[in-house]
């Protein structure tokens, strides 16, 4: 069974950092390019990062460039996402999702993915 399930989620003051992993079962992600979005109450999902397939090629949307990283270890099939500087904006519920894709492709729109985790809450607030 394809599955996708996001960790790191949680509380952290203004300013702090957080990390996001999404691991993969019943596949590899090596074969496919990975997508961080993100939903805030009351807004529609939107994109934060994407990573292509295996050369690495990122996207990172304007309000968190510079303090987004995303990151692949295909050996242990996961990707992260580095959350720095974080601010009260950030708040959302982070998903991950994947699409079998061609080398150096990637893209922050989710109608592009196929499969999605679960989602994981991100609260930023002092």
């Known amino acids: 069974q394809v599955q996708l399930v996001e960790s790191g989620g949680g509380l952290v003051q203004p300013g702090g950092s957080l990390r996001l992993s999404c691991a993969a079962s019943?596949?590899?992600?090596?074969?496919?390019?990975i997508g961080w979005f993100r939903q805030a109450p009351g807004k529609e999902r939107e994109g934060v990062s994407c990573?292509?397939?295996?050369?690495?090629?990122?996207f990172y949307a304007d309000s968190v460039k510079g303090r987004f990283t995303i990151s692949r270890d295909n050996a242990k099939n996961t990707v992260d996402l580095q959350m720095n500087s974080l601010k009260p904006e950030d708040t959302a519920v982070y998903y991950c999702a994947a699409v079998a894709s061609v080398t150096g492709w990637a893209s922050l729109s989710q109608y592009e993915y196929d499969y999605w985790g679960q989602g994981a809450q991100v609260t930023v607030s002092s």
């Open positions: 019943g596949f590899t992600l090596d074969v496919y390019a």
């Open positions: 990573i292509s397939r295996s050369d690495g090629i990122t």
